[in-house]
């Protein structure tokens, strides 16, 4: 099915977003809600509206923000994001690992705001994607068709393991590709 904006839940099933690239395929419960969706960036949530709410989220990144909050053009290989991120100020890294979903290996870190104003985290279509004091955004990114590529599931820090356990069957269901 394909994936647009409802204020109504996503019925159970399998959904894509028609234009975005690398095409994406993953499997809802009937719990999520269609939220924003851009060229470059989409994403899914449950408690929309909530201090809580949990979103999964799909990007294309060309940026991401480090030392002096400035945006740092990225054109490398995933890891080297580590860097970047540890060196922005208003984050702080909370843990790192490799990952593979979609029959892709890449590279995983999860960052979090401990701070008192919003941190900028990557830059994405339609422009910076932030995160909020007490939330926290775990990030996997991937090099598919010569591009970054970046599943997140962002969080409150107060409940996150609630949010990736709700996330979890959902990543477990992505297909990345033809």
Do not use: C
């Not at 204020?7 to 809600?33: C, M, N, Q």
């Not at 008192?116 to 995160?131: C, H, T, Y």
């Not at 909020?132 to 599931?153: N, T």
């Amino acid at each position: 099915m394909e994936l647009v904006a409802s204020s109504d839940p996503l019925t159970p099933g399998h959904y894509t977003r028609t234009g975005f690239e690398p095409k994406v395929t993953f499997a809802v419960d009937g719990l999520w809600h269609a939220v924003q969706l851009f060229d470059g960036f989409f994403d899914i949530q449950q408690d929309v509206g909530s201090p809580d709410v949990i979103a999964v989220q799909f990007a294309t990144p060309d940026a991401f923000y480090g030392a002096g909050n400035e945006a740092v053009p990225f054109y490398a290989p995933p890891p080297d994001v580590e860097a970047i991120l540890r060196a922005n100020p208003g984050l702080t890294v909370v843990e790192t690992s490799t990952s593979r979903i979609g029959g892709h290996d890449g590279f995983q870190i999860t960052v979090e705001n401990a701070g008192n104003a919003a941190a900028q985290v990557m830059r994405v279509p339609p422009g910076p994607l932030s995160i909020l004091p007490g939330r926290r955004l775990w990030i996997a990114l991937f090099e598919v068709d010569e591009r970054i590529f970046a599943i997140m599931v962002g969080g409150s820090v107060a409940k996150w393991d609630a949010a990736l356990a709700a996330a979890e069957p959902l990543l477990e269901s992505i297909e990345i590709g033809e």
